[in-house]
């Protein structure tokens, strides 16, 4: 169990290193958006926030159309997405989410963001 949580913890601290390197690195008029890769997949990698909320961060590492989440919990799903969709399975049956217009978002079916 200890394990785990220092696990998650390690996890939680590289997702905020490196949201705080990519702010001091990035203008701040630059969104951070999804590009398309070579195989038509778009781009998820990185720190995302739960509703927007820097305070409670969450990680995607993605490996093609393949890619391991976890949420603000430290609670690690496995998935996979296409351009503009991803789909998580945390366990208890898969949710589906839609990359948003302006890309700065994923808004998933149960009505999270």
């Given at each position: 169990?200890?394990?785990c949580w220092r696990t998650r913890l390690t996890l939680v601290a590289?997702?905020?290193l490196g949201s705080a390197a990519t702010h001091l690195s990035v203008p701040a008029y630059d969104v951070?958006?999804?590009r398309v890769l070579?195989?038509?997949v778009g781009n998820?990698?990185?720190p995302w926030y739960v509703g927007?909320?820097?305070t409670m961060p969450a990680l995607i590492l993605q490996a093609g159309t393949s890619m391991?989440?976890?949420n603000e919990q430290g609670r690690v799903a496995t998935g996979s997405l296409t351009i503009n969709r991803i789909t998580a399975d945390w366990g208890d049956g898969p949710i589906a989410g839609n990359l948003s217009g302006d890309q700065r978002q994923i808004d998933w079916a149960n009505g999270t963001f």
């Open positions: 169990m200890l394990i590289i997702a905020l951070a958006q999804a070579a195989q038509g998820f990698d990185g927007g909320d820097l391991t989440l976890m």
